[in-house]
T-cell receptor, first 115, second 112 residues
Framework: AQTVTQSQPEMSVQEAETVTLSCTYD???????LFWYKQPPSRQMILVIR??????QNATENRFSVNFQKAAKSFSLKISDSQLGDTAMYFC????????????FGTGTSLTVIP | DGGITQSPKYLFRKEGQNVTLSCEQN?????MYWYRQDPGQGLRLIYY???????QKGDIAEGYSVSREKKESFPLTVTSAQKNPTAFYLC???????????FGPGTRLLVL
């Protein structure tokens, strides 16, 4: 079974600074996808970034980038120039290419951006 | 605007009552999903549907039922057999099974 671990329940960062959220996962599969979702106080889950395991290049979306280390099974999210609107719960998720019916989610990291 | 809508935003259930949560999408997605979120936990899959008139159980299907009569709609019924239904329920859809999932705004279910 796949497991996703987020070891930082809560984090904070000063506005305009950079923060990195950690995620590790456990799988025996070689083909899979990894995601970071953001859940603001409105509770709506919003896709932040997606990484295909077969791609060596780290995904980037504006101020959001990942550090994908396949051998270490690590998938951290870096948020640059943090903004107040980045305050939210962040969930890491794993999806197998073989059984794409299910996402496996971590327990989340609550990020607070301090003005 | 394309998107996923869920209604109601808040729902109250009395003991022994069945309640139905609505999920509609106009993204022309084939696959749809229902998740449950409890405090301090990630999302857990209840049911998913790959295509119209087809659906499969997820990890925590007991006490829930679904239907998929239309591509756009995937309602979830919380039955009286679900003994601990208080949670936040999220619906999602993807173009096809195995693609990126996009989420609705959620429904919070409370037991009176």
């Amino acid at each position: 079974a796949q497991t996703v671990t987020q070891s930082q329940p809560e984090m904070s960062v000063q506005e305009a600074e950079t923060v990195t959220l950690s995620c590790t996962y456990d799988t025996s599969e070689n083909n899979y996808y990894l995601f970071w979702y953001k859940q603001p106080p409105s509770r709506q889950m919003i896709l932040v970034i997606r990484q295909e395991a077969y791609k060596q290049q780290n995904a980037t979306e504006n101020r959001f980038s990942v550090n994908f280390q396949k051998a270490a099974k690590s998938f951290s999210l870096k948020i640059s120039d943090s903004q107040l609107g980045d305050t939210a719960m962040y969930f890491c998720a794993f999806m197998s290419s073989n059984t794409g019916n299910q996402f496996y989610f971590g327990t989340g990291t609550s990020l607070t951006v301090i003005p | 605007d394309g998107g996923i809508t869920q209604s109601p935003k808040y729902l109250f259930r009395k003991e022994g009552q069945n309640v139905t949560l609505s999920c509609e999408q106009n993204l022309n997605h084939d696959a749809m999903y229902w998740y449950r979120q409890d405090p301090g936990q990630g999302l857990r899959l209840i049911y998913y549907s790959q295509i119209v008139n087809d659906f499969q159980k997820g990890d925590i299907a007991e006490g829930y039922s679904v239907s998929r009569e239309k591509k756009e709609s995937f309602p979830l019924t919380v039955t009286s057999a679900q003994k601990n239904p208080t949670a936040f329920y999220l619906c999602a859809s993807s173009i096809v099974l195995g693609e990126t999932q996009y989420f609705g705004p959620g429904t919070r279910l409370l037991v009176l």
